[in-house]
């Protein structure tokens, strides 16, 4: 079965770090990119970041640059995304899923397959 289950999420202060897990089971991540996507209460789903397994390029949303970073451990298939530096605005449930190749030069979530159930972030003023 191909899945993505993530993982790390949690209550941290503002100012504070999380790093949240994608692991790939069921494929291989070779030739897929993976991509994290958050969505708040009332808001849309928003893309994060992405990382290309097919090229190694990266995608960040401007609101996170410099605080986010996206790595992957190909044998261990899987992505990680570190936070640094997080702002209650941050607040949201955290999905990663996978597309073919490469990332978009703004990653839409229709475009995205194999969604993982999420990991709620919770960052505290």
């Known amino acids: 079965e191909v899945q993505l289950v993530e993982s790390g999420g949690g209550l941290v202060q503002a100012g504070g770090s999380l790093r949240l897990s994608c692991k790939a089971s069921g494929f291989t991540v070779d030739g897929y990119a993976i991509g994290w996507f958050r969505q708040a209460p009332g808001k849309e789903r928003e893309a994060v970041s992405c990382?290309?397994?097919?090229?190694?390029?990266?995608y960040y949303a401007d609101s996170v640059k410099g605080r986010f970073t996206i790595s992957s451990a190909k044998a261990q298939h899987t992505v990680y995304l570190q936070m640094n530096s997080l702002k209650p605005e941050d607040t949201a449930v955290y999905s990663c899923?996978?597309?073919?190749?490469?990332?978009?030069?703004?990653?839409?979530?229709?475009?995205?397959?194999?969604w993982g159930q999420g990991t709620q972030v919770t960052v505290s003023s």
């Open positions: 990382i290309s397994h097919y090229d190694g390029s990266t």
């Open positions: 899923a996978s597309i073919i190749g490469y990332c978009s030069a703004y990653p839409m979530p229709y475009e995205y397959a194999n």
